[in-house]
T-cell receptor, first 115, second 112 residues
Framework: DVKVTQSSRYLVKRTGEKVFLECVQD?????MFWYRQDPGLGLRLIYF???????EKGDIPEGYSVSREKKERFSLILESASTNQTSMYLC??????????????FGPGTRLTVT | AQSVTQLDSQVPVFEEAPVELRCNYS??????LFWYVQYPNQGLQLLLK??????LVKGINGFEAEFNKSQTSFHLRKPSVHISDTAEYFC??????????FGQGTRLTINP
């Protein structure tokens, strides 16, 4: 069974704090993703990584950075948290290319509140 | 750029009634299409996907979807819903299968 785990289910931080969200997958997937989920907006891609130390900006990268030092781990960093970054953050992973499956596997999400 | 529109933000139905959740996408090239479901307080899981071949795709939990290229639609259907189908449903499209573009989501509420 594929497992994508996220370090926290709920997190409360103060404005200006540096925030780390961690994601780990156990399926040897090449691709890892960070999304932000907001009501009425669906999921929006923040960053994407297709290999260790490789990253690509998604649709809303401003205010975020990422780190992928190991294949199984993908971190999202909020350099200086702001109230408009209060949201649900979802991590996902997938194989790079496969004729059998393009499925992305999702973690349970981290609900971040910035006060 | 690709985009996905889910035409209904909320769909209330009675238990055992049929349901259709609508999804339209914009793309001028071949795409891959997906439906994901998110149960309360959980991440997303794949319901079904269209990559190629038959335009009628069957998924888990009795759901199916039909790919209509001329109408650029990928509507999700179930002939008889159950209380346990209460969830949010997301349609997604990918031109390169690695990256997905999601719709806004449809909240399906089943009333007894």
């Amino acid at each position: 069974d594929v497992k994508v785990t996220q370090s926290s289910r709920y997190l409360v931080k103060r404005t200006g704090e540096k925030v780390f969200l961690e994601c780990v997958q156990d399926m040897d997937h090449e691709n890892m993703f960070w999304y932000r989920q907001d009501p009425g907006l669906g999921l929006r891609l923040i960053y994407f990584s297709y290999d260790v130390k490789m990253k690509e900006k998604g649709d809303i990268p401003e205010g975020y950075s990422v780190s992928r030092e190991k294949k199984e781990r993908f971190s999202l960093i909020l350099e200086s948290a702001s109230t408009n970054q209060t949201s649900m953050y979802l991590c996902a992973s997938s194989f790079r290319e496969s004729s059998q499956s393009y499925e992305q596997y999702f973690g349970p999400g981290t609900r971040l509140t910035v006060t | 750029a690709q985009s996905v529109t889910q035409l209904d933000s909320q769909v209330p139905v009675f238990e055992e009634a049929p349901v259709e959740l609508r999804c339209n996408y914009s793309s001028s090239v071949s795409v891959y299409l997906f439906w994901y479901v998110q149960y309360p307080n959980q991440g997303l899981q794949l319901l079904l996907k269209y990559l190629s071949g038959s335009t009628l795709v069957k998924g888990i939990n009795g759901f199916e979807a039909e790919f209509n290229k001329s109408q650029t639609s990928f509507h999700l259907r179930k002939p008889s819903v159950h209380i346990s189908d209460t969830a949010e449903y997301f349609c997604a499209v990918s031109q390169r299968a690695q990256k997905l573009v999601f719709g806004q989501g449809t909240r399906l509420t089943i009333n007894p």
